[in-house]
């Protein structure tokens, strides 16, 4: 594999980081596999090369993700505020992963704003932030900010000792983040990078089965009523929309977590292009979060910036939107149908 980073960066990376002693790391809201296994791993690698290192996340993550290796040790803003404010405060670098701004923090973000200690973003989303950081590594094409992480730590010579837990929080971030390998994951780089984790021991199939393969009978029992009562079908716009209350979720006894995947659902009927799924937020009332999926080159990315206050991947985005699910829907039709045009192309 070609160098990620120029000699002179590597070189002012490292300095960076063997400079710091107190490092605190940091993902984005709703945190993903990619999130916490990015986090998870930097952090091992950190600790073996005698930096202290905290993960922290600004709120609550799947219920589907708890195995993880030192996801037990995370420190959820909401739970924590006081001790994650120390720490912070304490930090003399901040390693902002799987994301390019601070305002995909949350309330955390305002915090780390107002604090002096230099910021590294090691992210693959479009147009990072990057006057709010000292160094910042962003690779859009790579799958996932897991990716971008086994390439810098490469670089500078930390996964010749990769411990078998450090793959497996690596493997998972990019397992997550391309739906088991299943779309954004054709680059041949990324399957040299998956050879080298598998040989320290990890077991594939069963990380496979951890995530995608543990579902509770009312996570399919709701996945049942959503297809059948909840689906809407926009054939004209090859798109499919929907919509879950806290009122089913209550009624499926859904946890959190339980939910992830269904925006995928839509995309197996044929001659789909598009998949949005709206849900309310289960501690924010008044918030609508919405998932969206595509195929082929249709820009989820774009949408979600223009309509939904969010943003993501090509394939693969996410947004909020403040107001009733009803409002929400309207606003996911309007969507649609300013995209027409490129959701009616084949």
Request: glycine share 6%.
């Amino acid at each position: 594999m070609k160098n990620l980073l120029t000699d002179i960066e590597c070189q002012t990376l490292a300095r960076t980081i063997e400079a710091a002693h107190k490092i605190v790391l940091v993902c984005h809201i709703n945190p993903d596999g990619d999130a916490l296994g990015a986090m998870t791993a930097m952090q091992s690698m950190l600790q073996r090369h005698g930096h202290e290192a905290v993960c922290v996340a600004p709120d609550r993550w799947p219920d589907n993700l708890n195995w993880m290796p030192g996801v037990a040790d995370v420190l959820q803003y909401l739970r924590h505020e006081k001790e994650v404010e120390e720490r912070i405060s304490d930090a003399d670098l901040i390693v902002m992963l799987d994301h390019g701004k601070l305002d995909r923090e949350g309330e955390l973000g305002h915090l780390i704003a107002t604090l002096p200690a230099p910021r590294i973003i090691i992210d693959h989303h479009p147009e990072p932030d990057t006057p709010c950081a000292v160094f910042t590594v962003c690779q859009p094409k790579f799958c996932a900010a897991s990716e971008v992480l086994y390439r810098v730590a490469d670089q500078l010579g930390w996964t010749n000792g990769l411990i078998t837990e450090e793959a497996v929080s690596l493997y998972t971030g990019m397992m997550t983040d391309t739906g088991g390998f299943t779309f954004n994951s054709s680059r041949p780089e990324l399957f040299h990078i998956i050879a080298h984790l598998l040989e320290t021991g990890i077991d594939k199939d069963r990380l496979y089965r951890n995530v995608y393969y543990t579902a509770t009978p009312d996570r399919y029992r709701m996945l049942g009523y959503l297809l059948y009562a909840k689906m809407e079908l926009l054939r004209d716009y090859h798109t499919s929309i929907m919509s879950l209350t806290n009122e089913e979720r209550r009624r499926f006894n859904i946890r959190s977590g339980e939910t992830d995947g269904f925006v995928n659902e839509p995309l197996c009927i044929e001659g789909m292009r598009l998949s949005i799924f709206l849900r309310e937020d289960t501690e924010k009332k008044g918030v609508i979060r919405l998932s969206l999926r595509s195929v082929d080159d249709f820009p989820c990315n774009e949408m979600a910036a223009e309509f939904f206050n969010g943003g993501g991947h090509l394939n693969a985005s996410g947004g909020r939107l403040y107001c009733t699910m009803d409002e929400a829907i309207e606003q996911a039709k309007q969507a649609v149908r300013k995209y027409a045009g490129k959701l009616k192309q084949k």
